[in-house]
């Protein structure tokens, strides 16, 4: 079946330094992939998203590549903010009606002035 | 804007206590979702529905059982609270069309502590 492996976290980090989280997965066919965010206190909310292999995701400075070959959708910023603390989800989705998604375990992210 | 709404953001209630969490959606999606987020264990699938009336068990549904009436509402009930489900429950949902890639949309969250 699907599975995701997340970077084990905590990740703590200084302002304007550069953040990777890594995220490797394993499935059949051509899932889509996902990165969530949960800031401290709400829910989760889709940060970027990638539907196929080569697909570039990006939003806020957040970027991540679908690599097949690799099997990977690393998260990279190249400077993050106090503002960027927060827990990160990678996450596999497929569009079927028993679409369920899987979920690396979470890295949180701690970035200090 | 898209929205899923939980009912209630902080509930506390007692052990064997019937507890119902609410979760609305307004759009129109096939798919909704139930999750329990605990430190260390990360995100389980509680239950899932596809569609009205139709529920599929997750990993974890044990204790639980749910509800989906209609389809903008999805419903998970705690038929008797015990301590072990103080937990942050989180509802989920999704579209189910050409083009859609399987993302997620969740509520903010309810916070269940069981005395």
């Known amino acids: 079946g699907d599975s995701v492996t997340q970077m084990e976290g905590p990740v703590t980090l200084s302002e304007e330094a550069f953040l990777t989280i890594n995220c490797t997965y394993t499935?059949?066919?051509?899932?889509?992939l996902f990165w969530y965010v949960q800031y401290p206190g709400e829910g989760l909310q889709l940060l970027l998203k990638a539907t196929k292999a080569d697909d570039k995701g990006s939003n806020k400075g957040f970027e991540a590549t679908y690599r097949k070959e690799t099997t990977s959708f690393h998260l990279e910023k190249g400077s993050v903010q106090v503002s960027d603390s927060a827990v990160y989800f990678c996450a596999l989705g497929r569009n079927t009606n028993a679409g369920k998604s899987t979920f690396g375990d979470g890295t949180t992210l701690t970035v200090k002035p | 804007d898209v929205k899923v709404t939980q009912s209630s953001r902080y509930l506390v209630k007692r052990t064997g206590e019937k507890v119902f969490l609410e979760c609305v959606q307004d759009?129109?999606?096939?798919?909704m979702f139930w999750y329990r987020q605990d430190p260390g264990l990360g995100l389980r699938l509680i239950y899932f529905s596809y569609d009205v009336k139709m529920k599929e068990k997750g990993d974890i549904p044990e204790g639980y059982s749910v509800s989906r009436e209609k389809k903008e509402r999805f419903s998970l009930i705690l038929e008797s609270a015990s301590t072990n489900q103080t937990s942050m429950y989180l509802c989920?949902?999704?579209?189910?069309?050409?083009?859609?890639?399987?993302?997620?949309?969740f509520g903010e969250g309810s916070r269940l502590t069981v005395l």
């Open positions: 499935a059949t066919g051509y899932p889509s």
């Open positions: 759009m129109d999606h096939e798919n």
């Open positions: 989920a949902s999704s579209p189910l069309g050409t083009g859609d890639t399987g993302e997620l949309f």
